[in-house]
């Protein structure tokens, strides 16, 4: 597995426990009828945040995991890790993108169409940020299988 | 898996180049080990300017390296 491989399965990891954690939160402030704007702002900030963090924090943790398992496999004490990207991996990341933006558009969409159902904004944008959370997940898993599979 | 129909001797002509390694020629190209995997594989077309620098490395004419399969109905 590449480096790029294995930072697209750490960001997968990781997005999909935030959409686990944004889902729960909203589905328990559902429940308990706290689903006003200063609450749902909040869980909006901490899950843009949390997003933000964990790409930056998983890329570093997956360098300095890469390169250690390359030290011990060759037993090199300056190991170089391949984590520059070739024509290959920039159109692998370039389909993903499409494949993501596709998913987004499709979620705008759907979002949208709460309006028609007289539910408030604040339903719209908590749909649209679950949508872009989706959306990112589901670019990762195409990255990864046109990595695995060809194209 | 899907396989493209441009075919590649890249493995053969490693081989024949003193047997050279996929890291090396990866290098020398200036690409990661896993785009030759995907290559010798045929998982992976190469950019016109990839494959001239394969060509280039083994110093043979590019023909020589790859081939196009046509389809049954183009034939």
């Known amino acids: 597995m590449s ?3 294995k930072n697209i399965a750490v960001s997968l990891a990781s997005f999909t426990l935030i959409l686990g954690f944004f889902l729960f939160r909203v589905v328990q402030m559902t429940l308990n009828d706290s689903f006003i704007s200063t609450s749902v702002f909040w869980l909006w900030g901490i899950t843009i945040g949390l997003g933000i963090v964990v790409t930056i924090i998983g890329t570093i943790l997956t360098h300095i995991v890469s390169t250690i398992i390359e030290a011990i496999q060759t ?3 300056d190991p170089k890790v391949e984590d520059f990207e070739d024509e290959r991996d920039q159109l692998i990341d370039l389909k993903g993108t499409k494949v993501a933006y596709l998913v987004f558009s499709i979620g705008t969409f759907l979002s949208m169409l709460t309006f ?3 539910q408030p904004p604040l339903v719209m944008f908590t ?4 949508f872009g959370l989706v959306a990112q997940i589901v670019g990762d898993i195409s990255r990864l299988v046109l990595y695995r599979r060809g194209f | 898996m899907s396989k493209s129909r441009i075919n590649n001797k890249i493995r053969k002509l490693r081989f024949d180049k003193d ?5 090396q020629l990866a290098e020398q190209v200036g690409v990661t080990r896993q785009t ?3 290559m010798e594989q ?3 077309s190469p950019s016109l300017e990839l494959a001239f620098r394969i060509a280039l490395v083994f110093g043979v004419p590019l023909e020589q390296v790859f081939s196009y399969e046509p ?3 183009s034939k």
Do not use: P
């Not at chain 2, 047997?19 to 890291?23: A, I, L, N, R």
């Open chain 2, 71 to 73: 389809d049954d109905e």
């Open chain 1, 75 to 77: 037993g090199n004490k």
């Open chain 2, 19 to 23: 047997e050279m390694t996929q890291q």
């Open chain 1, 127 to 130: 749909l649209l940020i679950s």
């Open chain 2, 42 to 44: 045929s998982r992976y």
């Open chain 1, 3 to 5: 480096f790029q491989q």
């Open chain 1, 116 to 118: 028609v159902f007289d």
């Open chain 2, 36 to 38: 030759i995997i995907a």
